[in-house]
T-cell receptor, first 114, second 117 residues
Framework: NAGVTQTPKFRVLKTGQSMTLLCAQD?????MYWYRQDPGMGLRLIHYSVGEGTTAKGEVPDGYNVSRLKKKQNFLLGLESAAPSQTSVYFCASSYEFLVSEAFFGQGTRLTVV | AQKVTQAQTEISVVEKEDVTLDCVYE???????LFWYKQPPSGELVFLIRRNSFDEQNEISGRYSWNFQKSTSSFNFTITASQVVDSAVYFCALTGDSGGSNYKLTFGKGTLLTVNP
């Protein structure tokens, strides 16, 4: 019963480096999301996808790109040129309905950009 | 614009005490949904409850209960006879239909609950 799986769990990047966070879910959900969590800020939506091959911007999309692969279950978050302001904990989530049903979250990726 | 306020940043109680976590929301939408999520020290967020704007009935699930009052725009969460395992950050969240089907999910900043033995 994996649910939502994120990799990696921890990463340290130097400013300007790039990386990709991978999210996979086994619940056959259409809707997937990437959030970032910062101290005292709650969770903020970066990008989301309403289905295979579709993505859209959320509340804080700048500096990130996403892709929803042909395989419906995967959702990638890319940082092309990491900045210290992107130091955060990143969560992937999926849901059966768009934002109005229970969301299932991954365990998070703690990213530090130095 | 919609907003979720969790005024209590941190709460500390002793085991077996009852504790209420406050959530006040703002929205112009007629149709909206309220959520509570728990984030234990392990880090993942766990869904606790969802309420839609047309259902003001309070809900009880074991030691957990929720009080939804549209008149005061509040959706408070009470833990009865708290236990150490209840220690976590609790988030209240709101989804509203800001026109058409353009939903937006807004999280509060969370309340850190520490239950001491």
């Amino acid at each position: 019963n994996a649910g939502v799986t994120q990799t990696p769990k921890f990463r340290v990047l130097k400013t300007g480096q790039s990386m990709t966070l991978l999210c996979a879910q086994d619940m056959n959900h259409e809707y997937m999301y990437w959030y970032r969590q910062d101290p005292g800020m709650g969770l903020r939506l970066i990008h989301y996808s309403v289905g295979e091959g579709t993505t859209a911007k959320g509340e804080v999309p700048d500096g990130y790109n996403v892709s929803r692969l042909k395989k419906k279950q995967n959702f990638l978050l890319g940082l092309e040129s990491a900045a210290p302001s992107q130091t955060s904990v990143y969560f992937c989530a999926s849901s059966y309905e768009f934002l109005v049903s229970e969301a299932f979250f991954g365990q998070g990726t703690r990213l530090t950009v130095v | 614009a919609q907003k979720v306020t969790q005024a209590q940043t941190e709460i500390s109680v002793v085991e077996k005490e009852d504790v209420t976590l406050d959530c006040v929301y703002e929205t112009r939408d007629t149709t909206y949904y309220l959520f509570w999520y728990k984030q234990p020290p392990s880090g993942e967020l766990v869904f606790l409850i969802r309420r839609n704007s047309f259902d003001e009935q309070n809900e009880i699930s074991g030691r957990y209960s929720w009080n939804f009052q549209k008149s005061t725009s509040s959706f408070n969460f009470t833990i009865t006879a708290s236990q150490v395992v209840d220690s976590a950050v609790y988030f209240c969240a709101l989804t509203g239909d800001s026109g058409g089907s353009n939903y937006k999910l807004t999280f509060g900043k969370g309340t850190l609950l520490t239950v001491n033995p």
